[in-house]
């Protein structure tokens, strides 16, 4: 119950169109969010005791309600929040740290069928933004955030924030990131033609070699 209360706290918290008068009754009846939460703290705890089968039923009626996607199995700290929520995805094993939020359409996913732990990790106080997709074993440090639209597939240190595709991080502990200085990057056919030219003088010293083999072998016959 306490995870629960929290979470309700949270809308009030990181909403601001819910600081109206009857904003604890609309969070209540509307907010489908909230209700997706709803959901998935009943579906885990009848997960966590093993209960087969409902857990399941009740996250496919959660998406059906409110079109959001919950895997009974992962684990979610207090304070959760999903903003307007509809298309959010979180896969069976991803783990979320407590005061996170996701905005729509996000993605908390696996990359193939590897088994054991395959979705990510987040920190506390995480925020990953509309459209985006944290995907495969990885972790997201606290504090940090996702920009929207972003596509996440390396761990991310605590107090980052990360955009792009493939995500990138452009700040870090409130500081700008240098950008990648495009004139500095190697040569990749440089450097392609330099392993050739080497691989050339090998090939050559092992033809000279074979040649010496050949004469001297061709010498002891004659005598």
């Not at 896969?91 to 005061?99: K, L, Q, S």
């Not at 193939?112 to 990885?138: E, F, Q, S, Y």
């Amino acid at each position: 119950m306490k995870a629960i209360f929290r979470d309700y706290k949270a809308i009030f918290d990181r909403d601001p169109a819910a600081k109206t008068l009857f904003g604890w009754l609309e969070a209540i009846l509307s907010n489908s969010g909230f209700h997706a939460i709803l959901y998935y703290r009943l579906a885990h705890l009848l997960h966590v005791i093993k209960i087969p089968v409902i857990p399941r039923l009740i996250s496919q009626m959660a998406r059906f309600l409110t079109g959001v996607e919950i895997h009974p199995g992962a684990k979610i700290g207090s304070g959760f929040f999903i903003d307007h929520g509809m298309g959010v995805v979180i896969g069976e094993t991803a783990e979320i740290g407590n005061d996170v939020t996701l905005y729509q359409g996000v993605t908390l996913g696996g990359t193939g069928k590897d088994r054991g732990k395959r979705h990510p990790t987040l920190g506390d106080n995480v925020v990953v933004g509309a459209g985006a997709k944290v995907l495969g074993n990885i972790t997201v440090g606290s504090h940090s955030k996702v920009g929207a639209g972003s596509v996440v597939i390396h761990p991310v240190p605590e107090s980052c924030t990360v955009v792009g595709v493939p995500g990138e991080v452009v700040r870090r502990d409130g500081n700008k990131v240098e950008p990648l200085d495009h004139c500095d990057l190697p040569d990749p056919v440089e450097e392609l033609r330099e392993r050739i030219v080497f691989l050339q003088k090998e090939i050559d010293v092992i033809e000279q070699a074979l040649a010496k083999k050949k004469v001297k072998k061709g010498d002891s016959h004659v005598k």
